[in-house]
């Protein structure tokens, strides 16, 4: 009884240890460029690009879907920021 109680111990030990250097080995950096556009984007929702909501046209913008001025009702300051952030952070 004893040894089954060892065994497991150390059984999980192994693969806690194999998990752990797994998590760093394969570590992918999260893309955020959706959010920091929809935070640039005037946050009307108001569906005028063709898209569901500001989210809608980040994802679009970052995907190469569509274009900064089809968001009608941002300033024209917004969209040159927009345009520069996309050309920066190019995937």
């Known amino acids: 009884m004893i040894k089954a109680i060892i065994m497991m111990l150390v059984v999980g030990a192994v693969l806690g240890i194999v ?13 955020t ?9 005037p946050g009307y929702n108001c569906g005028g690009c063709g898209y569901p909501g500001c989210a809608g046209m980040a994802e679009a913008l ?26 920066q952070n190019a995937a």
Do not use: H, W
């Not at 460029?33 to 984007?41: A, N, S």
């Open 62 to 87: 970052v995907n190469k879907e569509s274009e900064v001025t089809s968001c009608k009702p941002s300033k024209p300051e917004a969209k040159e920021a927009i345009k520069q952030y996309l050309q």
């Open 33 to 41: 460029r959706v959010e920091d556009i929809t935070k640039m984007l």
């Open 19 to 31: 998990l752990g250097i797994s998590a760093k080995v394969f570590y992918v950096k999260p893309d």
